[in-house]
């Protein structure tokens, strides 16, 4: 069936330093893969995403790389803020290709040392 | 233009009672989802919405879960006799649909079923 792995479940850097977390999926289909930043006791936010025609997109201190061949994608954040520490998800949709759930992965919980 | 809002943000209620959740999409989005989210866990879908029309169910959603969307704009999620297994964060989420099918996430709303 259709599934998300991410990694790691938990990620502790220091101030300043970068934090990459990764994600495969399994179904060759998904075509826009959004990530999502979630803070206690509040729904995602939606950070940065990335369609499967695209290999990297970048938005200030964040950045995904997406690998169509090897079916996985990458959230990259530099020079991480205190702020950076919440839960981030990745997901996989499949768009217009007859629906358009988003399955997401187990998230990661990082933890961003002052 | 104010987000997704959800109502309530939290429910107490003890086994067997029903409960009835309201969500406000984003105005002029047309599909409206729900997911639900367990402690430690990724959103997982329960159902989507396009304007008025259900087309798209889990297997998640059993019958004592029930979706509606009567006008197009806001939503309700009613579940019948609650079990202890149904405590969990529900959330909705909007999209246009243009140019991708980004899903813009309400605060979510925390059920406790004791």
């Known amino acids: 069936g259709e599934n998300v792995e991410q990694h790691p479940s938990t990620l502790s850097v220091q101030e300043g330093d970068s934090a990459v977390i990764k994600c495969t999926y399994s179904?060759?289909?998904?075509?826009?893969f959004p990530w999502y930043k979630q803070e206690l006791g509040k729904g995602p936010q939606l950070i940065i995403d990335?369609?499967?025609?695209?290999g990297e997109k970048k938005d200030q201190r964040i950045a995904v790389t997406l690998n169509k061949t090897a079916k996985h994608f990458s959230l990259h954040i530099t020079e991480t803020q205190p702020e950076d520490s919440a839960v981030y998800f990745c997901?996989?949709?499949?768009?217009?290709?007859?629906?358009?759930?988003?399955?997401f992965g187990t998230g990661t919980r990082l933890k961003v040392l002052a | 233009d104010t987000g997704v809002s959800q109502d309530p943000r939290h429910k107490i209620t003890k086994r067997g009672q029903n409960v009835t959740f309201r969500c406000d999409p984003i105005?002029?989005?047309?599909?409206l989802y729900w997911y639900r989210q367990t402690l430690g866990q990724g959103p997982e879908f329960l159902t989507y919405?396009?304007?008025?029309?259900?087309?798209?169910k889990s297997r998640l959603l059993s019958d004592r879960f029930s979706a509606e969307r009567p006008k197009g704009s806001f939503s309700t999620l009613e579940i019948q006799r609650t079990e202890q297994g149904d405590s969990a964060m529900y959330l909705c989420?909007?999209?246009?649909?243009?140019?991708?099918?980004?899903?813009?996430f309400g605060p979510g709303t925390r059920l406790t079923v004791l």
């Open positions: 989420a909007s999209s246009s649909g243009q140019p991708t099918d980004t899903q813009y």
């Open positions: 179904d060759s289909a998904s075509n826009y």
């Open positions: 990335i369609r499967s025609n695209v």
């Open positions: 997901a996989a949709s499949k768009g217009t290709s007859g629906t358009y759930k988003y399955i």
């Open positions: 105005s002029e989005h047309n599909r």
């Open positions: 919405f396009q304007n008025e029309a259900q087309l798209e």
